[in-house]
């Protein structure tokens, strides 16, 4: 069964900080990783796409890294700011027009 | 741009009516995706277009009808309410599939309360 699964489920860090949120998946056939950035109330907001070839992908102040041998991904977020606080969602395509979307890690960024 | 509009922001429906999320992008793209998000799962995609007069079944297609006359419009039809149809919708569009081009860009979200 194809799935996606992200760790932490929720984070609480300070503001300035770094840090690193999970995603694991079980999806074949793979066509690429993306990690979206979903504000409460909004729709997600694409932050990157990786394919398989490609082992690190940054966007400003976020970096992911995937690992298509140990099928595991990570998304960094350096010095943190207030405006990071949201749901960030990691998706793997299995194919044309097949999105796995994990759940999410809620992340709380404190002044 | 706007980018992707849904109306109506919020609506409450009883078991059994009938009603059109209204989806509407200005980028020209011709993918355009409906999505379902239920509290703490994952999206599922209901139904997809890869142009106008083109549409297939996504994950989730049941109690869903879609139609896409113009590059720019989407609607997702609800025929008959039902509660586990209680969710969160949301349209998406991309220009693409692959890499850069399969960016989807979403809608703000249409949230669906049937009682």
């Known amino acids: 069964k194809n799935q996606v699964e992200q760790s932490p489920q929720s984070l609480i860090i300070l503001e300035g900080k770094n840090c690193t949120l999970q995603?694991?998946?079980?999806?074949?056939?793979?066509?690429?990783l993306r990690w979206y950035k979903q504000d409460t109330g909004r729709g997600p907001v694409s932050l990157t796409i990786?394919?398989?070839?490609?082992n690190t992908k940054s966007n400003g102040r976020y970096t992911a890294t995937l690992d298509a041998d140990t099928k595991q991904s990570s998304l960094h977020i350096t010095a943190s700011q207030l405006s990071d606080s949201a749901s960030y969602i990691c998706v793997v395509s299995a194919g044309t027009y097949k999105y796995i979307f994990g759940t999410g890690t809620r992340l709380k960024v404190l002044a | 741009n706007a980018g992707v509009t849904q109306t109506p922001k919020f609506r409450i429906l009883k078991i059994g009516q009938s009603m059109t999320l209204q989806c509407t992008q200005d980028m020209n793209h011709n993918y355009m995706y409906w999505y379902r998000q239920d509290p703490g799962m994952g999206l599922k995609l209901i139904y997809y277009?890869?142009?106008?007069?083109?549409?297939d079944k996504g994950e989730v297609p049941n109690g869903y009808n879609v139609s896409r006359s113009t590059t720019e419009d989407f609607p997702l039809r609800l025929e008959l309410a039902a509660p586990s149809q209680t969710s969160v919708y949301f349209c998406a569009s991309s220009l693409g599939l692959a890499e850069t081009r399969g960016t989807q860009y979403f809608g703000p979200g249409t949230r669906l309360l049937v009682l």
């Open positions: 277009s890869v142009g106008a007069g083109i549409t």
């Open positions: 995603c694991n998946y079980t999806v074949s056939p793979f066509s690429n």
């Open positions: 990786m394919t398989f070839s490609e």
